[in-house]
């Protein structure tokens, strides 16, 4: 557990894309869609660590196509700020109060599914995940149940890592009924170049230096 509950440490703390649209996401539309996006993400890191655990050898084909993971990540994350920079509109009522969204189930399920691709389709998330599993793979086969220490050890840093996101979104929540129209025009525009620079990043990076990879 306290493997489990280091490594959440160190995933959940890890500064990326995927904060700043957790924040973005329950800022601009509330905690309902704050949740759901959570709920995308966490379901698409449990993906890949089942993926990892029991199907390696796919795991390993996916990497081969890190360059590919990485393009159409970064052409995601791009199109995500472009949208929230220049088209994200604010609402307010006749009172100059931020109107709350409706959102209908198809809404939610194009929120959840956004939130299981920033994640998924983010090639360093990948690494994170091969990388940890190899080690803790390794560090099971001294276990009297290597699954049993496994399963505990993902299933503590998977928890803790879906709590503080959960967190994240309360905290935004909250924020969110203090601020002005101006002032979430101005988190919008941060917001959008935020994450077309972690586009940006991610496709330089992957583009200059993927060859390094190993």
Same mark, same amino acid.
């Given at each position: ?68 993971i990485a393009v159409a990540g970064s052409i995601f994350l791009v199109a995500l700020g472009v949208y929230t920079l220049f088209f994200k509109k604010v ?16 809404? #939610?399920? @194009? +929120? ?7 994640? *998924? /389709? ?8 091969? %990388? ?16 049993? #220490?496994? @399963? +505990? ?7 803790? *890592? /879906? ?8 905290? %935004? ?42």
């Amino acid at each position: 557990m306290i493997k489990g509950l280091v490594l959440g440490v160190f995933l959940a703390i890890s500064v990326g894309p995927v904060i700043f649209a957790i924040l973005k996401q329950s800022i601009n539309n509330g905690h309902k869609a704050g949740y759901v996006f959570v709920a995308g993400i966490s379901v698409s890191d449990i993906a890949l660590v089942l993926i990892c655990n029991f199907f390696t050898t796919l795991f390993q084909q996916a990497l081969t196509h890190k360059t590919v993971i990485a393009v159409a990540g970064s052409i995601f994350l791009v199109a995500l700020g472009v949208y929230t920079l220049f088209f994200k509109k604010v609402k307010t009522d006749e009172d100059n109060n931020i109107v709350v969204k409706k959102f209908r189930k198809r809404d #939610y399920l @194009a +929120i959840f599914l956004s939130g299981f691709f920033i994640n *998924v /389709l983010n090639p360093g998330v990948f690494l994170f995940w091969f %990388a940890w599993t190899a080690a803790i793979l390794a560090d099971s086969q001294t276990a009297p149940n290597p699954l049993q #220490y496994r @399963a +505990i050890v993902f299933g503590t840093c998977l928890l803790f *890592v /879906l709590l503080t996101d959960i967190a994240k979104v309360a905290l %935004a929540s909250r924020l969110r009924s203090k601020l002005t129209k101006h002032n979430l025009v101005n988190i919008n525009r941060i917001s959008g170049l935020i994450l077309i620079g972690f586009g940006i990043a991610l496709a330089w990076g992957i583009l200059s230096y993927g060859d390094q990879i190993k």
